[in-house]
């Protein structure tokens, strides 16, 4: 629900496409999403260093470095999860809308949650990109320990053990990180940008 009032929504004279032609690329959001330990900031970053290399306008939107900042007044609520994930598809979109190709690396475990936000698009620039790796793995490398701390019941509502994970029915990209490379990810995730002539 809209709280402000008697506001008005002010259209920029230079257009996103203004700013994709003067880039000589197009913007979209790539939605990585998730369980933890699935590997969507290692991916994430990792298309992001090569989209610089290729000279793109890019930008990570990582989800511990908003929380650090931008979110750091939400928890881990189901609320608080939807709220998150809100504020990011907006920032994603001003970041689309300024001529960027933005990777989020987000759990985002809620599928409506992932719906309103690729609601905020245009056709073709929300990319989700489901990092699918089975929890067992994830488990495995817990690289923050998080789902031991779980497990010990140090940390409620976590993602795959008391609170659910609701996977993409149809993504534009499904990565099984499991069984791939960083390097094959990255190669996979850009041929779709190459395919679709957004780079």
């Known amino acids: 629900m ?4 008697n506001i008005t929504w002010h259209e920029s004279t230079i257009t996103k496409h203004d700013r994709r032609a003067q880039n000589a690329h197009s913007s979209c959001t790539l939605w990585f999403t998730g369980l933890s330990g699935s590997g969507k900031s290692t991916i994430a970053n990792a298309v992001s260093n090569e989209l610089f290399r290729l000279g793109i306008n890019e930008y990570v939107l990582d989800g511990d470095n908003i929380r650090h900042g931008l979110n ?11 709220e998150n994930i809100r504020r990011i598809g907006e920032v994603a979109k001003l970041f689309v809308d300024s001529g960027k190709i933005v990777t989020t690396a987000f759990i985002s475990p809620f599928r409506s949650d992932r719906d309103q936000v690729r609601a905020l698009f245009e056709e073709g620039e929300f990319i989700e ?3 699918d ?16 701390k779980a497990r010990r019941g140090e940390i409620r509502d976590f993602t795959g053990i008391d609170s659910p994970y609701e996977a993409p029915k149809k993504p534009e990209i499904t990565i099984d990180s499991s069984k791939v490379t960083v390097d094959e990810a990255v190669g996979q995730i850009l041929n779709y940008l190459r395919d679709n002539n957004i780079i």
Not at 72 to 82: I, P, V
Request: hydrophobic share 20%.
């Open 72 to 82: 750091k007044d939400l928890g881990f609520s189901e609320h608080d999860r939807t």
């Open 133 to 148: 790796c089975p929890i067992e793995e994830c488990e495995r490398r817990d690289p923050k320990q998080l789902y031991a």
């Open 2 to 5: 809209t709280k402000s009032t």
């Open 129 to 131: 990109v489901y990092i």
